[in-house]
């Protein structure tokens, strides 16, 4: 027998050598500037030298390294100063906050700075550089420099006239978190007022990229189930650009390749779904219950992950949320909440809505004996009504909040998707319509909504088609009226895919054509936005008649 001997043979380790990147570099010359620079006050900045393109970082930089680079830039002016790093965000400026653990590095620098401008803030005022002369720049006069911006144009972040080159080349890279933790430590005093949901949603929508994608196959009576395959896939990434192909109960594809309408379908649907599982409870607003089974299959992270996904990409939030659970989510046991209201169980509410009406000490005893109380792990022993009421905020609190918690933290963490949850802490305000209330549609709304594709003025055509649109004006006010079994709503479920107009807006602008055939229903690509009109109809009534019918019994997109 001949003895064969293996050798191993190593392979060499595969040096990685770290390409240098280059980013446009702005150095502020006050600390309360919190808006990006533009037009004439940008070119000064290049001018006087409080700016450079394409400065050279590396990867492999440490944050020291970062900063003695910063300051070899600028080592006539920030020559002793310290400072910070902000990132340019829909014409704001927000803090570079990075999660516990990661380091401001190369790295960091090159994933959350991707949009190529690096604003530089110091901490206390800077010298201004003139042509003969150094002299202070006070906050006072920089604000009123800055408060004549408007007037010059507006140049792109990446611009001072003329775009810079990228000797990166294809770069890509485009991290999960990108700068959205940016996003999320804006002050809060003082934003408010400047800042939009819409401002917020695109900053992140931005961020998506074209070049990794997320395929949905959805079968809509499990369209849960098809969501967490999708979730779980290896590949999946917040930020991809997401796909969506429906197929119907017969297994039959729809053939509809994702151009906005079926992500926008596919959202209302599976938050839909959330909203009436058991996971929630509540007749229209809704509040957590704690769901063992649901909990431990992580349906919670996947739920909140699902509303992140949906504000990131087509703008819509789940608006099911009742207030009292909005305010536990973002600010935990405060502002009243949550009340007694909020708990699930019909007997331990009844309890204790008696025991809040009751101010005789004498007749306390007999509610206090109900074992709910030690369940709560409460005293039961009241010495006065004070006491009384310290008790039943201890078990409302107990019932509608710490019972519940576990599901609460899964779910946040899965709303922090995107840094979603973070942005919510840092803006309560303007994400709660979204959260928590219903859009009035009105026919007003429909109006400036959509564009009608007329015929040429005098044509044949055109005279139906001014019948076919007059029907259909009627048909929106007697929607509003609650006269048809349709409203609003439907309609435009029909048309877009979406049962509100999403804070981001829609691709284009939503577009009414017309039938000129024997067509009788009205039909709708909810991919192209568009609604085609049958002007078969002589009359209101029968074009009443078909419309009704054809929107009713379209529970599907882009049938008719």
């Given at each position: 027998m001949t003895n064969v001997v293996r050798t191993s043979v190593k392979k060499r380790r595969r040096t990685i050598v770290e390409k240098p990147f280059y980013r446009d570099i702005i150095l502020l010359q006050s600390s309360k500037i919190n808006s990006t620079l533009k037009g004439l006050q940008?070119?000064?900045?290049?001018?006087?030298?409080?700016?450079?393109?394409?400065?050279?970082?590396?990867?492999?930089w440490s944050y020291e390294e970062i900063v003695a680079s910063i300051k070899d830039l600028f080592q006539h002016i920030l020559d002793g100063q310290d400072f910070e790093l902000l990132v340019p965000m829909s014409g704001h400026?927000?803090?570079?906050?990075?999660?516990?653990?990661?380091?401001?590095?190369g790295r960091a620098i090159k994933s959350r700075f991707y949009q190529k401008v690096i604003y530089v803030r110091p901490f206390v005022p800077l010298l201004r550089m003139g042509n003969s002369e150094v002299t202070p720049t006070t906050d006072d006069?920089?604000?009123d420099n800055n408060n004549n911006l408007d007037e010059f144009q507006e140049y792109p972040e990446d611009m001072h006239g003329a775009p810079s080159p990228n000797p990166d080349g294809n770069e890509s890279i485009i991290a999960e978190n990108h700068n959205i933790e940016e996003i999320a430590a804006t002050s809060k005093e003082g934003c408010e007022s400047q800042i939009s949901l819409t401002i917020l949603l695109k900053g992140l929508n931005e961020q998506v990229t074209e070049e990794s994608v997320t395929s949905f196959n959805v079968y809509r009576n499990d369209i849960f189930t098809c969501c967490l395959r999708a979730l779980k896939r290896s590949s999946f990434s917040v930020f991809n650009k997401i796909s969506v192909k429906f197929s119907d109960i017969?297994?039959?594809?729809?053939?509809?390749?994702?151009?906005?309408?079926?992500?926008r379908e596919m959202f209302r649907?599976?938050?839909?779904?959330?909203?009436?599982?058991?996971?929630?409870?509540g007749l229209d607003k809704k509040y957590m219950r704690l769901d063992l089974d649901a909990m431990n299959k992580r349906h919670y992270y996947a739920a909140g992950q699902l509303i992140a996904l949906s504000f990131i990409h087509v703008g819509n939030g789940p608006k099911f949320f009742s207030e009292s659970f909005y305010s536990i989510l973002y600010d935990d046991i405060g502002n009243g909440f949550p009340n007694i209201d909020d708990i699930e169980d019909l007997h331990i509410r009844e309890t204790l809505h008696k025991l809040s009406r009751i101010t005789e000490l004498s007749t306390l005893q007999s509610i206090l004996e109900d074992p709910l109380f030690t369940v709560a792990g409460c005293d039961v022993i009241v010495k006065d009504i004070e006491h009384r009421n310290q008790l039943l905020e201890a078990v409302t609190n107990f019932y509608a909040y710490h019972k519940i918690r576990p599901a609460l933290e899964q779910f946040r963490e899965g709303l922090q998707s995107g840094m979603i949850f973070e942005l919510i802490k840092s803006h309560p305000t303007i994400f709660k319509e979204a959260m928590c209330c219903e859009e009035l549609l009105t026919v007003n709304l429909?109006?400036?909504?959509?564009?009608?594709?007329?015929?040429?003025?005098?044509?044949?055509?055109?005279?139906?088609?001014n019948r076919t649109i007059t029907f259909w004006r009627d048909f929106l006010l007697d929607c509003e009226d609650n006269v048809t079994?349709?409203?609003?709503?439907?309609i435009l479920i029909f048309v877009t895919g979406a049962e509100t107009v999403p804070p981001l807006g829609f691709n284009h602008q939503p577009i009414i054509s017309f039938l000129h055939d024997q067509s009788l229903y009205p039909k709708a690509n909810t991919c192209g936005l568009q609604l085609d009109l049958p002007t078969a109809h002589n009359t209101y009534?029968?074009?009443?008649?078909?419309?009704?019918f054809g929107i009713g019994n379209c529970n599907n997109f882009a049938f008719a």
């Amino acid at each position: 027998m001949t003895n064969v001997v293996r050798t191993s043979v190593k392979k060499r380790r595969r040096t990685i050598v770290e390409k240098p990147f280059y980013r446009d570099i702005i150095l502020l010359q006050s600390s309360k500037i919190n808006s990006t620079l533009k037009g004439l006050q940008k070119s000064k900045a290049y001018e006087e030298g409080f700016a450079f393109s394409n400065a050279k970082f590396n990867s492999n930089w440490s944050y020291e390294e970062i900063v003695a680079s910063i300051k070899d830039l600028f080592q006539h002016i920030l020559d002793g100063q310290d400072f910070e790093l902000l990132v340019p965000m829909s014409g704001h400026l927000v803090r570079l906050n990075l999660p516990p653990g990661v380091e401001c590095d190369g790295r960091a620098i090159k994933s959350r700075f991707y949009q190529k401008v690096i604003y530089v803030r110091p901490f206390v005022p800077l010298l201004r550089m003139g042509n003969s002369e150094v002299t202070p720049t006070t906050d006072d006069e920089y604000n009123d420099n800055n408060n004549n911006l408007d007037e010059f144009q507006e140049y792109p972040e990446d611009m001072h006239g003329a775009p810079s080159p990228n000797p990166d080349g294809n770069e890509s890279i485009i991290a999960e978190n990108h700068n959205i933790e940016e996003i999320a430590a804006t002050s809060k005093e003082g934003c408010e007022s400047q800042i939009s949901l819409t401002i917020l949603l695109k900053g992140l929508n931005e961020q998506v990229t074209e070049e990794s994608v997320t395929s949905f196959n959805v079968y809509r009576n499990d369209i849960f189930t098809c969501c967490l395959r999708a979730l779980k896939r290896s590949s999946f990434s917040v930020f991809n650009k997401i796909s969506v192909k429906f197929s119907d109960i017969e297994g039959l594809s729809e053939g509809a390749v994702d151009a906005g309408g079926p992500t926008r379908e596919m959202f209302r649907l599976v938050l839909n779904f959330v909203k009436d599982s058991r996971m929630f409870f509540g007749l229209d607003k809704k509040y957590m219950r704690l769901d063992l089974d649901a909990m431990n299959k992580r349906h919670y992270y996947a739920a909140g992950q699902l509303i992140a996904l949906s504000f990131i990409h087509v703008g819509n939030g789940p608006k099911f949320f009742s207030e009292s659970f909005y305010s536990i989510l973002y600010d935990d046991i405060g502002n009243g909440f949550p009340n007694i209201d909020d708990i699930e169980d019909l007997h331990i509410r009844e309890t204790l809505h008696k025991l809040s009406r009751i101010t005789e000490l004498s007749t306390l005893q007999s509610i206090l004996e109900d074992p709910l109380f030690t369940v709560a792990g409460c005293d039961v022993i009241v010495k006065d009504i004070e006491h009384r009421n310290q008790l039943l905020e201890a078990v409302t609190n107990f019932y509608a909040y710490h019972k519940i918690r576990p599901a609460l933290e899964q779910f946040r963490e899965g709303l922090q998707s995107g840094m979603i949850f973070e942005l919510i802490k840092s803006h309560p305000t303007i994400f709660k319509e979204a959260m928590c209330c219903e859009e009035l549609l009105t026919v007003n709304l429909f109006d400036n909504l959509f564009t009608i594709n007329y015929s040429e003025i005098g044509s044949t055509k055109r005279s139906a088609e001014n019948r076919t649109i007059t029907f259909w004006r009627d048909f929106l006010l007697d929607c509003e009226d609650n006269v048809t079994d349709i409203t609003l709503k439907t309609i435009l479920i029909f048309v877009t895919g979406a049962e509100t107009v999403p804070p981001l807006g829609f691709n284009h602008q939503p577009i009414i054509s017309f039938l000129h055939d024997q067509s009788l229903y009205p039909k709708a690509n909810t991919c192209g936005l568009q609604l085609d009109l049958p002007t078969a109809h002589n009359t209101y009534e029968t074009f009443l008649h078909h419309v009704v019918f054809g929107i009713g019994n379209c529970n599907n997109f882009a049938f008719a």
